[in-house]
């Protein structure tokens, strides 16, 4: 369906703007509104765990010439859920339990963009910033019964408490991105956009289409 949406995009805008001569000027800022869809990679104990959300994002730019501009925008994910297996230490042994994790992103970026083509529909463009992300987190656990092996040769019977956790950790994270904004008018665009945010890898990926003016 995104991709369907995006397609349409494509079609309409060049049509909208070949009935007459191409003359648009670059202005000196812009804002748009998007969404669009957001994976992220969460470390718990030895498990890595990657998840979808839905995703809303806001920001605004400045061009300093026709092609460079300085762009900031914040943007929100819904909370996403997944149950877990946590490793534990327990009564000298080692046993697992399951817990269900929750998290959400907020996330407020600064990126330098550079934009090719100037005076045209089509505008695409590289960037490179980083993200300051504040992530909340909810690990719920229920009482657990399990066995644990103690040395040098024992089943111990236990029940593992149950456990609710709840934090907000602040990251920082650099990021490349890169997009094209689709004149539909002088002033109007619509716009797609992927980016990858890394820290030992890729480790966050977004994918966003929406709308926005300049002035």
């Known amino acids: ?3 369907a949406v995006v397609l349409l995009v494509c079609a309409i805008a060049p049509a909208s703007v070949s009935a007459q001569p191409i003359s648009i000027q670059l202005p000196r800022n812009d804002a748009s509104v998007t969404i669009g869809w957001a994976g992220g990679e969460y470390e718990l104990s030895r498990y890595d765990n990657w998840r979808g959300s839905f995703l809303v994002a806001a920001g605004g730019g400045h061009y300093w010439t026709d092609h460079v501009k300085t762009e900031l925008d914040v ?3 819904n909370t996403g859920q997944r149950q877990v297996y946590e490793d534990l230490q327990f009564l000298g042994g080692v046993t697992y339990a399951t817990a269900i994790h929750r998290a959400r992103d907020i996330r407020v970026g600064a990126a330098q963009i550079f934009q090719f083509g100037r005076n045209a529909w089509a505008h695409p463009y590289i ?3 980083v993200d300051s992300i504040w992530r909340s987190t909810t690990i719920d656990r229920d009482v657990q019964s399990r066995t ?3 040395p040098p040769n024992r089943n111990v019977p236990v029940v593992l408490p149950p456990l609710h956790e709840r934090k907000t950790d602040v990251l920082g994270q650099p990021i490349l991105k890169t ?3 689709l004149y539909a008018s002088e ?3 619509f716009s797609t ?3 990858l945010g890394i820290r030992h890898n890729v480790d966050h990926v977004v994918w966003k289409i929406g709308a926005g003016i300049d002035f």
Do not use: D, N, P, Q
Request: a positive charge; proline letters at 0%.
């Open 193 to 195: 956009e992927l980016k």
């Open 179 to 181: 997009g094209v904004k």
């Open 75 to 77: 943007s929100w994910t």
């Open 1 to 3: 369906m995104r991709l």
């Open 148 to 150: 644990i092996f103690v």
């Open 127 to 129: 960037g490179i910033g």
């Open 187 to 189: 002033k109007a665009f």
